[in-house]
């Protein structure tokens, strides 16, 4: 059974970076599509922060462009999320998702409608 584990949350300073990991397991062999990375804090939807196709295309909004980078290894299976200029309002529980094959049309972009499999989540808060 595939799992989506996600590390590196934890608390900073603002204007101080965090990278996330995300780690599947479970699968090794297959390829998915599509792996994001989200967002919610609380009382608010959760919102999409980037994606990254199998061939290395990603999709970042510009709600964190220039600050947030996504990357993956898939030799570790693992995806990243560089936060660079860290800001309070960036603090909420961050997720990893994956869209496992393409569909409908819906080419690789991080809207949580399009993800089937997700991780637990890990904290960030940013506060001085």
């Known amino acids: 059974q595939v799992q989506l584990v996600e590390s590196g949350g934890g608390s900073v300073q603002p204007g101080g970076s965090l990278k996330l990991s995300c780690e599947i397991t479970?699968?090794?062999?297959?390829?998915?599509?599509?792996m994001g990375w989200f967002r919610q804090a609380p009382g608010k939807e959760r919102e999409g922060v980037a994606a990254?196709?199998?061939?290395?295309?990603?999709s970042i909004p510009d709600s964190v462009k220039g600050r947030f980078t996504i990357s993956q290894d898939n030799r570790k299976n693992t995806v990243y999320l560089q936060m660079n200029s860290l800001k309070p309002e960036d603090t909420a529980v961050y997720y990893c998702?994956?869209?496992?094959?393409?569909?409908?049309?819906?080419?690789?972009?991080?809207?949580?409608?399009?993800?089937?499999?997700w991780g637990q989540g890990t904290q960030v808060t940013v506060s001085s």
């Open positions: 479970g699968d090794t062999e297959s390829r998915y599509y599509c």
């Open positions: 998702a994956a869209y496992p094959e393409w569909r409908d049309g819906n080419y690789c972009r991080p809207r949580p409608s399009f993800f089937s499999i």
């Open positions: 990254i196709e199998t061939d290395g295309y990603t």
